[in-house]
């Protein structure tokens, strides 16, 4: 990895965050490296034929509700590069019977499919999907930051308050409307309720109606694709298959930025990091995991309801009481035998995943952190019942367990998506109590990782954090580059 030329930048990570933060620091003008272990970029963002010649299957993220609302995507331009399907079923949720609550992204629809509970939704939804932009804005950033947009962030505080505790279930008074909010809340792997998992529900659902669930064309490798392109036309250099096992093997560079968790950055950095900083990168907490399955399908999933079968998105799990039982399960080390599944179809949107007529189908199922347990059956009986008759349709699988997850990447550890578990104070200290908690106490050195602010999913906004910070400190420059498509 010796190199004579000296680099402006080291970008360690391919995800969305290192990727982003790649693209910003070149934009800037300065001299750019990536190095990523695998044979391909993109980390989670990555799309490959895991089951059968012809199946495009997406390796992690596949559904994207911060694609349209990131603050990165919106200044990169995201939505005018590359081709989305946007379902106009945001997300579904099944329940026995035949009956289902959708997510439509028109909101009164929403509240007109939820009966008694129509006007419930509306008002909690509706001044929060109003003002996505500023939800996302005051989300999207460290929490020790001040608030913008005090009326908004005053309203979704109130919403986090009572959909976090005891008082979850005031407002309803059928068990479609809370089934839903638990659908997306559970995407926080948290025992439920909890103000965490709360504000991880209140910030998908206000994307869901304000911006939709967009699914881009070709499988998320597309969003890594646009942000290659970029890089590259901007004079940055990719390398992969190059794996770094210590920050003394990099070439000098003015800043490096990984896109590693805390126990990847103790190793990378040995015993250079000061005493109290490691500490607290130690005692970060890696949460329970997902064990993922991708099917191959000779024809579309029959849910018994026909409106799920037009969602982008279906939380499988039953009511509000079922999924935060399996979710507690989770937190005694138990697996769950009706456990939370979470499910898409993309080839119903972009039939070119798959050949004619066939389909592919990604799940994942939520299980005890360092799971080694095969979810293929269990997903399966889920999904059947919801969708009699599914196993017959299913041509191939792909599994991986909690532990493949993160050997597969090393970010995920114990199959922790999320990269540190999502509780409050985590979010809050993510991975240090600081305004600027990207940057580390070495020289030059930053963190842009899921492990930083504003958490998982796929923004780029932790890698864009990451750079305007070592843009100010290491370059002296507090002007933030122009990233709109040329």
Same mark, same amino acid.
């Given at each position: ?158 919403? =986090?308050?009572?959909?976090? *505790? #005891?008082?979850?279930?005031? $407002?309803? /008074?059928? !068990? @479609?409307? %809370? ?76 800043? =490096?930025?990984?896109?590693? *968790? #805390?126990?990847?950055?103790? $190793?990378? /950095?040995? !015993? @250079?990091? %000061? ?89 994942? /199922? ?121």
């Amino acid at each position: 990895m010796a190199d004579s030329r000296g680099l402006d930048v080291i970008v360690v990570g391919s995800g969305p965050n290192g990727m982003a933060a790649a693209v910003t620091m070149a934009r800037a003008g300065l001299s750019v490296r990536v190095y990523e272990r695998a044979a391909t970029i993109g980390g989670g963002s990555r799309t490959l034929e895991l089951t059968l010649p012809g199946y495009l299957h997406d390796v992690c993220s596949a559904v994207h509700p911060m694609a349209f609302a990131s603050g990165f995507f919106r200044r990169f331009g995201l939505a005018d590069r590359i081709p989305f399907a946007l379902p106009d079923i945001s997300y579904a949720h099944p329940l026995d019977g035949g009956r289902a609550g959708i997510a439509y992204q028109d909101l009164d629809r929403t509240a007109d499919g939820l009966g008694a509970d129509g006007d419930a939704w509306r008002n909690l939804m509706g001044p929060l999907s109003r003002n996505a932009d500023k939800v996302a804005h005051f989300t999207g950033s460290s929490m020790l930051q001040p608030p913008p947009h005090l009326l908004t962030f005053a309203r979704f505080g109130l919403r =986090v308050l009572e959909q976090g *505790t #005891p008082a979850w279930n005031v $407002r309803w /008074a059928e !068990d @479609a409307a %809370p089934a839903m909010m638990t659908g997306v809340a559970a995407h926080a792997i948290r025992p439920m309720p909890s103000l965490s998992t709360a504000a991880a529900g209140l910030m998908l659902a206000t994307y869901a109606h304000g911006r939709g669930w967009p699914i881009p064309i070709g499988g998320s490798q597309a969003i890594i694709g646009a942000m290659e392109e970029d890089l590259l036309a901007h004079g940055g250099e990719i390398e992969t298959n190059v794996e770094v096992t210590s920050l003394a093997e990099l070439p000098p560079a003015r800043a =490096v930025i990984l896109d590693v *968790t #805390p126990r990847a950055l103790l $190793r990378l /950095a040995g !015993d @250079a990091l %000061p005493r109290g900083y490691a500490r607290a990168m130690r005692q970060f907490r890696y949460g329970n995991g997902a064990a993922k399955v991708d099917f191959a399908l000779s024809g579309p999933v029959p849910w018994t309801n026909p409106e799920v079968r037009r969602a982008g998105t279906v939380h499988v799990g039953g009511t509000r009481d079922e999924i935060a039982s399996a979710e507690a399960e989770l937190t005694h080390g138990r697996h769950s035998d009706r456990p939370y599944v979470l499910v898409s179809q993309p080839s119903v949107f972009d039939p070119g995943r798959a050949p004619d007529g066939h389909h592919v189908l990604w799940t994942y /199922a939520h299980v005890p952190h360092h799971s080694d347990v095969d979810q293929t059956e269990t997903i399966t009986r889920q999904i059947e019942r919801f969708a009699p008759g599914f196993r017959d349709l299913i041509l191939a699988s792909s599994s991986r367990t909690a532990l493949q997850e993160e050997r597969d990447n090393p970010n995920y550890v114990g199959g922790d998506i999320a990269s540190g578990t999502a509780s409050l104070l985590q979010l809050i200290r993510r991975p240090v109590l600081s305004p600027d908690p990207w940057r580390t106490p070495l020289k030059g050195v930053y963190l842009c990782s899921a492990s930083t602010p504003p958490g998982p999913g796929v923004h780029g906004s932790a890698g864009w954090h990451a750079a305007a910070s070592a843009l100010r400190h290491e370059f002296g420059r507090d002007d933030t580059p122009d990233l709109n498509p040329v």
